[in-house]
């Protein structure tokens, strides 16, 4: 458990990364079509919202450092193993540099996690390029899995453009096998939305106990760009932190960023989000909720900083504690570099007040009824801005999600 | 057979460290709609959440039969599931929970207090009765898919909690103040639903639902038919009973402090017409 007499900045343990290790690459598997992979191994992508037979428009699987498949069944939006993309998109006869993105949103020296999967030549992930004007109808799926590898090492790479006019939706699951002892899940995403595109991420996570995770996320949002993240969390972990920097260089560029998560055991997590309006007129909102039960602690951040002219931003972080050991602390910040801003946060921590539940049980619920009633709706979140598809997809999920991880 | 309804005995209720009830007794039957008046901080919202048994309101002494059962140790959701119905004065917000669920929800306890079968009650049928309901009461559809009591007026607060009344149906209704804060146009709209909550337009035989209501204007009691009696509570007692329209007079005419005195309802000269109120 962690000491919560500890101030924040004094939590988050050092973690030495030359404890884990990387599997045998040699022995991988590669599944040449969604038929191939093992039942077990689609009942671990379930959870996580990744539907494998289903009538998605590509599906991406990584299990360790490994791509094991990659299937694309759209034109016009490419979905292939980073390597491989580097390889094509050399920027000879014209084509794509692919080098032009590589950690250009995410700063390779920015810690030693994005330094490994800088230096680390196993570093592999996926690359899905949105060509100009093109629309995923149905979500795109990706799936990071962590085999039963006791001190695995997961250094995933991510690269993700959505040309002018695009439109992507994709779904990302993100699991370790149950047999999975004192993994590390490292992430670097990178997100280049472009004039007037659009991009909607969701994200779940189910780690376990013991697993440590490091994602990190950057994203440059174009004239006009729009992009819907959703984050959700309901598992244990051991130790996760992660802190997407969005920066709205564009115009009228648009970031809505939504955080769920379920905290419970000994779980600890550090989760935020950073916002930089650059563009004039960019705005952007950072939600999250956090449930937190048993011995979990939970710090949840949200920075704005207001560069731009006439740009808008607005944090909300609300957490229910609903045990009497959890601990949340929620800090946002808003910064205003400009005067011509309008900056705006609320945070609330605290337990489910007796007047709510006895109001509910004033209409004949139980205690332990209106207590869920009013958690589920606490995580009833606003799918709204995502498109139909990716929404209904995201509802599911949740609701999948927190049935297992709830009962 | 026992016609009681609620029969309240020398009830003593504190709240944190302050006596807020002393030595309380009331008795409402079958088919009987009361009045409580009073001044603020009399108690009368206290009696209310006494009643429902919330944990704040500790009962010191005496005890609350419902239906001939003391009900003074069970919990709030058992003593509503005997049927017991509220509205309140300022209920809080619940984020998240839209207002359609929680009809639902009220739905699926009636039908499991009253144990009626559900057989015919599928989703859309369900659906167009809500609407119905809401519709009544002036509210759009949307409305329902709004979060329970955020970011709506007081009026509208009112007719959200007599909409949850509606479904729940029960036999003995407690409106805290259902008219405070609220339109003319509005009053009407919500004493029309209370009348028909409380059988008021039935032959007195056949009425089999009993009514408290506390309120301040008394106004909306014009709309209410026969009301079989009122109270006038002052720190924490009743201190008169009697003839509604008599005690109403007496408290629209001369205000709360001279019922102390008693001198309106004991003067015999006083001309109780001279103030309109038509009951």
Same mark, same amino acid.
Request: charged share 25%; aromatic share 6%; hydrophobic share 35%.
């Given at each position: ?68 498949? #990659? ?11 980073? @390597? ?47 060509? +100009? ?21 997961? %250094? ?16 990302? *699951? ?22 007037? +595109? @659009? ?13 440590? $995770? ?40 648009? =970031? ?40 979990? =602690? %939970? ?17 909300? #972080? ?31 921590? *605290? ?57 | 057979?026992?016609? /009681? ?9 504190? %709240? ?40 704040? =309101?500790? $009962? ?19 003593? $509503?599931?005997? *049927? ?35 057989? /015919? ?21 949307? =409305? ?36 405070? *804060? ?52 002052? /720190? ?28 309106? #309802? ?14």
């Amino acid at each position: 458990m962690i000491n919560k007499d500890k101030i924040v900045e004094d939590i988050d343990e050092d973690i030495d990364l030359n404890e884990y290790k990387v599997e045998d690459l040699k022995t991988s598997k590669f599944y040449n079509s969604e038929q191939d992979i093992p039942e077990d191994l689609k009942d671990s992508m379930k959870k996580v919202g990744i539907e494998v037979d289903s009538d998605k428009s590509g599906i991406f699987l990584q299990s360790g450092n490994n791509p094991d498949l #990659c299937v694309s069944k759209v034109q016009g939006i490419e979905l292939m193993p980073l @390597k491989e993309a580097l390889k094509k998109y050399d920027g000879s006869n014209g084509k794509l540099n692919l080098q032009d993105y590589f950690w250009k949103a995410v700063a390779s020296n920015k810690d030693k996690f994005t330094a490994e999967a800088a230096i680390n030549e196993i570093t592999d992930g996926y690359f899905i390029h949105a060509l +100009a004007g093109q629309k995923t109808i149905f979500p795109l799926q990706s799936c990071l899995f962590i085999p039963p590898f006791p001190g695995l090492k997961q %250094v995933v790479h991510n690269i993700i453009i959505a040309e002018p006019g695009s439109q992507l939706d994709i779904i990302t *699951g993100c699991t370790a096998h149950t047999g999975a002892k004192s993994a590390i899940h490292l992430g670097v995403s990178e997100f280049y939305v472009k004039k007037d +595109a @659009k991009v909607s991420f969701t994200m779940v996570h189910n780690w376990n106990e013991t697993t440590k $995770v490091r994602p990190r996320t950057g994203i440059i949002l174009e004239e006009n760009a729009k992009f819907s993240n959703f984050y959700i969390v309901m598992s244990a972990v051991k130790n996760l932190q992660t802190n997407p920097i969005i920066k709205l260089i564009g115009k009228n560029s648009s =970031y809505y960023g939504q955080t769920l998560i379920y905290a419970k055991g000994d779980s600890y997590f550090d989760t935020g989000a950073t916002a930089h309006l650059i563009g004039e007129g960019c705005k952007a909102e950072i939600i999250s909720r956090v449930l937190a039960v048993d011995d979990s =602690y %939970v710090i949840a951040r949200g920075k704005i900083i207001g560069d731009g002219k006439n740009v808008t931003g607005h944090i909300d #972080c609300s957490a229910l504690l609903l045990s009497p050991t959890a601990r949340v602390d929620s800090i946002p910040a808003i910064n205003a570099l400009n005067p011509e801003v309008i900056l705006t946060h609320e945070a609330s921590v *605290g337990k489910i007040s007796d007047e709510n539940i006895e109001y509910l049980m004033s209409r004949g619920l139980t205690e332990d009824e209106a207590i869920n009633l009013i958690v589920s709706g606490f995580l009833d979140v606003d799918t709204s801005p995502l498109p139909p598809s990716l929404a209904k997809e995201t509802e599911k999920i949740i609701d999948l999600v927190s049935k297992s991880e709830m009962g | 057979m026992n016609d /009681n309804m609620l029969r309240i005995e020398n009830l003593t209720v504190r %709240v944190d460290n302050h006596q807020i009830l002393k030595d309380f007794s009331l008795n409402i039957n079958k088919g009987e709609v009361h009045v409580l008046l009073g001044p603020n901080g009399a108690g009368k919202t206290t009696l209310i959440k006494a009643i429902l048994g919330f944990k704040k =309101y500790v $009962v010191e002494s005496g005890k609350i039969c419902f239906k001939g059962e003391d009900i003074t140790n069970l919990s709030i959701s058992e003593r $509503v599931s005997k *049927g017991i119905g509220v509205l309140f004065q300022r209920p809080p917000e619940i984020n998240g929970v839209k207002l359609s669920k929680l009809l639902t929800v009220c739905n699926q306890k009636r039908s499991a207090f009253t144990k009626e079968t559900t057989e /015919n009650a599928c989703d859309s049928d369900l659906d167009e009765y809500m609407n119905n309901l809401a519709q009544r009461l002036k509210f759009s559809e949307d =409305y329902l898919e709004r979060d329970v009591n955020i970011g709506i007026s007081g009026g509208e607060i009112k007719r959200s909690e007599i909409l949850q009344m509606m479904v729940m149906q029960p036999d003995l209704l407690l409106f805290d103040e259902p008219d405070s *804060g609220v339109d003319v146009e509005n009053v009407e709209i919500i004493a029309s639903v209370m009348r028909e909550l409380l059988d008021r337009d039935k032959v007195p035989s056949k009425q089999e639902k009993s009514g408290l209501i506390i309120t301040h204007l008394g106004y909306i009691l014009k709309f209410l038919g026969h009301i079989t009696r009122a109270h006038i509570v002052m /720190n924490g007692k009743i201190l008169c009973s009697g003839n509604p329209k008599q005690i109403i007079n007496a408290v629209m005419k001369n205000g709360f402090e001279k019922c102390k005195e008693c001198i309106s #309802c004991i003067d015999p000269t006083e001309k109780f017409e001279e103030v309109d109120f038509t009951l």
